[in-house]
């Protein structure tokens, strides 16, 4: 996985054969932050001056932000590897490309931008994960108390602040990391002070203030429910290293656990971490960090079941919550597993079920009774989690499992079967026309 690493369409590729049985063991390097990612390059378009990101991961929603912004008129080099250099001299239009939009849930970020940039936007409704499609109305109510005319017309958002927007003080009816994201680009350039109640506090929220403000933006508070932009004049281009993943590393270190392994993750942070760290404790895992590392081994031993709630961070993340599923799947015990952040967000419950995995969907909650196995059987991948979940079920499983429209995944980890690979797991990329016999 080097520098040359190409990021992966799913247009050929699309499924995933697992082989399931096999204890992973070994380390993995941790990539950047692809919810901190997208932030950031949208945030490029507040200014005239290049940006250079580094630690950018190698994955299809990456990809597709690049391509928005290339059709805005930014200049890129670099992509498709680890560092990334943007510049948006000049910015061509308001209206990004619907295809891509249709794509990616993450290109609602433009809004605030292009609003401070360019004084309008006209974005078509947005793509992404199924669960994902939820209301826009705290972005454009944020939006338009800083002083942008807003129409919506069929899913398309009209805006427009000819003469700039306008610090507000703005509290959301609800925590909304995007809306927190956006609404702090947007108050970077206008005139006076924004202050936005009951902000998000996620790591990602924390990277785009720090990013910001190395640009020469005035934010402070982020971190906390409630965060200041001080309006500048301009801002200026920067370098900067994005985070590391916290789902990423969540999500391996449950794939040693799911298969009583160990593993050490490196280039990571334990901090951002905590909730999950605290799950797999108490499903019985050895935990140990360090300052850019944490390892976790199983020492052979089945999982206990655990119960999970998700909530904003700190609380446990509701990005979490599909891999810990497949994990209490074939843990001792019974749990439950209550999702309070998106709803329709248990699409993969059903394709766990067809592996003779006992759940059962009640309302927002998933009631758990660990299976001693998991048999194989064909599954669709229904959003990025969601096949992350059952790529982690196929590794327990007996047989051959294979994960079909596995180009979900692509959009949120880099090159996955190689790093599973590395750790032990029989894994391998086919194309989506071919089948293999399995055990279901």
């Not at 793509?127 to 069929?154: I, N, Y």
């Not at 985070?243 to 990571?268: C, F, H, N, Q």
């Amino acid at each position: 996985m080097g520098p040359e690493t190409t990021i992966r369409t799913g247009e050929k590729l699309t499924s995933l054969v697992v082989e399931g049985g096999h204890r992973l063991a070994g380390r993995v390097d941790v990539e950047g932050n692809k919810n901190s990612a997208l932030p950031l390059l949208a945030a490029c378009l507040l200014t005239e001056e290049p940006c250079v990101l580094n630690n950018v991961p190698r994955i299809q929603d990456v990809q597709v932000m690049a391509d928005l912004l290339a059709g805005l008129g930014a200049d890129l080099s670099g992509v498709g590897t680890s560092t990334l250099r943007v510049r948006c001299a000049r910015v061509v239009g308001e209206e990004p490309d619907r295809r891509l939009v249709g794509r990616l849930r993450g290109s609602v970020l433009l809004c605030g931008p292009l609003l401070a940039r360019r004084g309008r936007v006209h974005l078509a409704p947005p793509g992404g994960d199924f669960p994902a499609r939820r209301t826009l109305s705290v972005h454009l109510q944020a939006l338009e108390a800083m002083g942008a005319d807003l129409k919506v017309e069929q899913g398309y958002v009209k805006a427009a602040a000819i003469h700039g927007l306008k610090g507000a003080h703005i509290t959301f009816p609800k925590v909304s990391v995007g809306a927190t994201e956006n609404l702090m680009m947007a108050a970077t350039l206008a005139k006076g002070t924004t202050i936005i109640e009951n902000a998000a506090r996620e790591p990602e929220v924390v990277d785009l203030a720090k990013y910001l403000n190395q640009m020469g933006a005035k934010i402070t508070g982020a971190g906390s429910t409630t965060i200041q932009i001080e309006g500048v004049e301009k801002l200026n281009g920067t370098h900067y290293a994005i985070l590391p993943d916290r789902i990423e590393t969540g999500t391996y270190l449950v794939a040693a656990a799911i298969t009583r392994g160990r593993v050490k993750l490196k280039d990571t942070d334990a901090n951002q971490l905590e909730a999950v760290l605290l799950k797999l404790e108490e499903a019985g895992a050895k935990i140990e960090i360090g300052e850019d590392w944490i390892s976790l081994d199983m020492e052979g031993r089945r999982p206990k079941a655990v119960n999970i709630r998700t909530a904003p961070y700190p609380a446990f993340p509701t990005d979490m919550q599909a891999q810990f599923t497949a994990l209490n799947s074939i843990a001792d015990g019974q749990a439950t597993i209550v999702e309070t952040v998106f709803e329709n967000r248990f699409m993969h419950v059903q394709e766990m079920q067809r592996m003779g995995a006992n759940l059962q969907i009640e309302g927002n909650t998933v009631v758990c009774k660990g299976q001693e196995k998991l048999t194989a059987a064909p599954v669709m991948a229904t959003d990025l989690r969601a096949s992350a979940c059952l790529v982690l079920a196929a590794l327990v499983a007996e047989g051959e499992t294979q994960v079909e429209r596995i180009y979900h995944i692509d959009r949120g980890y880099e090159c996955i079967e190689e790093k599973l690979q590395q750790l032990g797991a029989r894994i391998r990329r086919i194309p989506t026309q071919a089948r293999v016999a399995s055990n279901g």
